[in-house]
């Protein structure tokens, strides 16, 4: 069994084609030799015979020699096409799996920035709630400051007054 046949018998797809040009080619000979036969010297026909043969037998030759070269430069350009092509197919994966882990790792980062933006945010609110009580604690007691010493100059104003008037009280009482 050769090389080109399977386990079954059956020879492969590119030697079956070998295989079917030359059976035309021989149909062709027997044509020739069928028309050769007819002819009234069959001496001269067994020459030409001859000669067909051997003609249609160098032609025969040398297309299987050229089907053959050109079955093995198609295998030649179809192993590199295959490797190439399966070549191609890793770079798509290991590009698919970077842009994947790249895609990943973005997500995580954005995560991590919408997380700190709330943080800042909350602390943003928590800082001004604050500064704004403290401001209205300090108006609120600068205001009640103001409203005592207010309060306080009224009354020192009423007691200085009340000593100016004893104490002119007690001078016209004094002449």
Known sequence: MSETESANGIPDPRTAEVLRVVQRAEGTVEAELALTLRAPDVAHGLVML????????????????????????????????AQKAAEFQRGQERSLSELRDSGQGLGHQVDTLVRRQAWWARLVVVGGLILGLLFAGVLTLSWRTRAVALDTHAVLIQILENQARLQAAKSGKRR
Do not use: D, I, P
Request: aromatic share 0%.
């Open 50 to 81: 001859r000669e067909a043969l051997s003609n249609r037998n160098a032609g025969v030759q040398e297309g299987v020699q050229s089907l053959v070269s050109s079955v093995r430069v198609l295998e030649g350009v179809l192993a590199t096409s």
